[in-house]
T-cell receptor, first 115, second 107 residues
Framework: NAGVMQNPRHLVRRRGQEARLRCSPM?????VYWYRQLPEEGLKFMVY????????ESGMPKERFSAEFPKEGPSILRIQQVVRGDSAAYFC?????????????FGSGTRLTVV | DAKTTQPPSMDCAEGRAANLPCNHS???????VYWYRQIHSQGPQYIIH???NNETNEMASLIITEDRKSSTLILPHATLRDTAVYYC????????FGQGTTLQVKP
């Protein structure tokens, strides 16, 4: 019974490159949430997706960031033209259909370092 | 913005109960209170949640006041491994994390 799987665990990118972070939700979970945690700070909500739909992207930066959750395959958080300030831990969570009654299950995160 | 207020830090002696308070005075009638914790830089770990009744599981107990404006998470016998940041969250359709309480369990 695998939990939420995120990969890669660590990602190093040079400034200006693209970063792709993947999240496979728990089996039976159709809702995915992305959070960002800057060093020494709390978790910030970024985006909430269901299969093929973005439900709430109120926490997403207006530029360079995008997210998708296709019908097949993992959810992808994409950061274009990365800058040093994008260095952070990115966590994905998933929940069953509904309003998250059972809470979210979080993955172990992807640590992005921009050099 | 988070709908909860928590003390920034607390200490607890190993083996004693840790009582972590949380204020959520603007909570709506159908919104659940969730507790998570984050150990070091790991992914947040679910602890417990409740609506208006007190709840208990193998990890902790959750006491919610009758007016639902505050709650307390109780770790009955804290261990050193319980040292973490504890987040109290009102589920408004998405989980918004505040600053949490850093609990330091001391030998």
């Amino acid at each position: 019974n695998a939990g939420v799987m995120q990969n890669p665990r660590h990602l190093v990118r040079r400034r200006g490159q693209e970063a792709r972070l993947r999240c496979s939700p728990m089996k039976g979970h159709s809702h995915v949430y992305w959070y960002r945690q800057l060093p020494e700070e709390g978790l910030k909500f970024m985006v909430y997706l269901q299969k093929e739909n973005i439900i709430d992207e109120s926490g997403m930066p207006k530029e360079r960031f995008s997210a998708e959750f296709p019908k097949e395959g993992p959810s992808i958080l994409r950061i274009q033209q990365v800058v040093r300030g994008d260095s952070a831990a990115y966590f994905c969570a998933s929940s069953p259909p509904g309003r998250g009654f059972y809470g979210y299950t979080f993955g172990s995160g992807t640590r992005l370092t921009v050099v | 913005d988070a709908k909860t207020t928590q003390p920034p830090s607390m200490d607890c002696a190993e083996g004693r109960a840790a009582n972590l308070p949380c204020n959520h005075s603007t909570i709506s009638g159908n919104e659940y209170v969730y507790w998570y914790r984050q150990i070091h830089s790991q992914g947040p770990q679910y602890i417990i949640h409740g609506l208006k009744n007190n709840e208990t599981n193998e990890m902790a107990s959750l006491i919610i006041t009758e007016d639902r404006k505050s709650s307390t998470l109780i770790l009955p016998h804290a261990t050193l491994r319980d040292t973490a940041v504890y987040y109290c969250i009102v589920n408004t359709g998405k989980l918004i994390f505040g600053q949490g309480t850093t609990l330091q369990v001391k030998p």
